[in-house]
T-cell receptor, first 118, second 109 residues
């Protein structure tokens, strides 16, 4: 089946530094990548949607200059949290979609990244 | 606006049956998903309904009523490993998933 590899699984960084999270689709081409953030005991909150080769679409309230998303190829998308602060500590999950119109089952999640900013 | 409602927490006994309800309001509708999420892990796909009725898959079944904006996930013969959060998500007309806050299911021996 479809697999999305997400790295790192856990990261602790100092306040003010940047952290890059990678998601790779291993056996399929991810036409669309979704980036979510999840706080404890809360639902997944969509941060942004990116299509390969184009700029990401950010949800209201998400700072595009702080959360940099790059979807340079059909198998790789990255999320960079710039100048991280303790309030950015959260669980970040990517989800890849293969084909918008035909494969409605084609949402495959990465394993998530637990970010802790100290 | 778009909204998904599901109970925050439910408790059930090992071996029993539990039904987790979900109501939704979305701009357009392209189906209803149920996902299971264990603590600290990513969600895993359980079911997808786009037509009215009951879909059975082993111990898990999912029901949809589009006219009522309602779905439920039915878990039978509960096992301790079923303790997890269950997320309801509706797909809108733009094929975006709108997520509920999840229902934490606690299984007791």
């Amino acid at each position: 089946g479809a697999v999305v590899s997400q790295h790192p699984s856990r990261v602790i960084c100092k306040s003010g530094t940047s952290v890059k999270i990678e998601c790779r689709s291993l056996d399929f081409q991810a036409t669309t990548m979704f980036w979510y953030r999840q706080f404890p005991k809360k639902s997944l909150m969509l941060m942004a949607t990116s299509n390969e080769g184009s700029k990401a679409t950010y949800e209201q309230g998400v700072e595009k200059d702080k959360f940099l998303i790059n979807h340079a190829s059909l198998t790789l998308s990255t999320l960079t949290v710039t100048s991280a602060h303790p309030e950015d500590s959260s669980f970040y999950i990517c989800s890849a979609r293969r084909d918008r119109d035909r494969d409605l089952y084609g949402y495959t999640f990465g394993s998530g990244t637990r970010l802790t900013v100290v | 606006g778009q909204n998904i409602d599901q109970p925050t927490e439910m408790t059930a006994t090992e071996g029993a049956i539990v039904q987790i309800n979900c109501t939704y309001q979305t701009s357009g509708f392209n189906g209803l998903f149920w996902y299971q999420q264990h603590a600290g892990e990513a969600p895993t796909f359980l079911s997808y309904n786009v037509l009215d009725g009951l879909e059975e898959k082993g111990r898990f079944s999912s029901f949809l009523s589009r006219s009522k904006g309602y779905s439920y996930l039915l878990l039978k013969e509960l096992q301790m490993k079923d303790s997890a959060s269950y997320l309801c998500a509706a797909m809108d007309s733009n094929y975006q998933l709108i997520w509920g806050a999840g229902t934490k299911l606690i299984i007791k021996p």
